[in-house]
């Protein structure tokens, strides 16, 4: 298994606090993701990293921000957490250049936003 | 833009052919991509197909790809209870894999007994 931690795996907040979710990677890949997945839509792409400090939006990236200051951690942050945000959060790797270039996935983090 | 089309549920019986659908967009894309997830897990990558093939077989799993209709395929040989999941379709954003996959929205493989 690719080595991918993600945390927290759980978390509860109210509306309108912060919120930080972390992705470590062992793997030392370039590209890192993060992805929602919400029933009837499936997984949506939030913002990517190409590498250290080299961040871009993806198809949902409103209300979200990403940093990446080492290859191995990748923050996604909830400035000021809404209902709309609860969601089951995947970070993912890939290394391009590899073969096929597929992504490895986290096991997820939920987050309840109340 | 890309979209990834998929059906949502299919229900087989144990030990029939499960046959799961998906439309994709981009002609660009140079692998496509299978993932499973099962309950509470992360996905984890099934098979892939290069964007020059039309068939690839591995044990129980069958690709087909079809380029002129933008059309791939996943069958899967005498399915067991373990196959239950959620079987993903994913293509490459733009082609080269960086930008990152998108995704159907899944197929809830569903197991009668």
């Known amino acids: 298994d690719a080595g991918i931690t993600q945390s927290p795996r759980h978390k509860v907040t109210e509306t309108g606090t912060p919120v930080t979710l972390r992705c470590h990677q062992t793997?030392?890949?370039?590209?890192m993701y993060w992805y929602r997945q919400d029933p009837g839509h499936g997984l949506r792409l939030i913002h990517y990293?190409?590498?250290?400090?080299?961040?871009d939006k993806g198809e949902v990236s409103d209300g979200y921000s990403v940093s990446r200051s080492k290859t191995e951690d990748f923050l996604l942050t909830l400035e000021s957490a809404t209902s709309s945000q609860t969601s089951v959060y995947f970070c993912?790797?890939?290394?391009?250049?590899?073969?096929?270039?597929?992504?490895?996935f986290g096991e997820g983090s939920r987050l309840t936003v109340l | 833009g890309e979209d990834v089309e998929q059906s949502l549920f299919l229900s087989v019986r144990e030990g029939d052919s499960s046959v799961i659908n998906c439309t994709y967009t981009?002609?660009?894309?140079?692998?496509l991509y299978w993932y499973k997830q099962e309950p509470g897990a992360g996905l984890q990558l099934l098979t892939y197909?290069?964007?020059?093939?039309d068939m690839k077989q591995d044990q129980r799993l069958t690709v087909l790809l079809n380029k002129k209709d933008k059309h791939l395929s996943l069958r899967i040989a005498d399915t067991q209870t373990g196959d239950s999941a959620i079987y993903f379709c994913?293509?490459?954003?733009?082609?080269?894999?960086?930008?990152?996959?998108?995704f159907g929205k899944g197929t809830h493989l569903i197991i009668q007994p």
């Open positions: 990293s190409y590498g250290v400090k080299d961040t």
């Open positions: 793997e030392n890949h370039r590209y």
């Open positions: 993912a790797i890939s290394e391009v250049l590899a073969d096929t270039g597929e992504l490895f």
């Open positions: 994913a293509e490459s954003i733009s082609g080269g894999g960086a930008d990152g996959l998108t």
């Open positions: 197909i290069f964007s020059n093939m």
């Open positions: 981009d002609s660009s894309s140079t692998y």
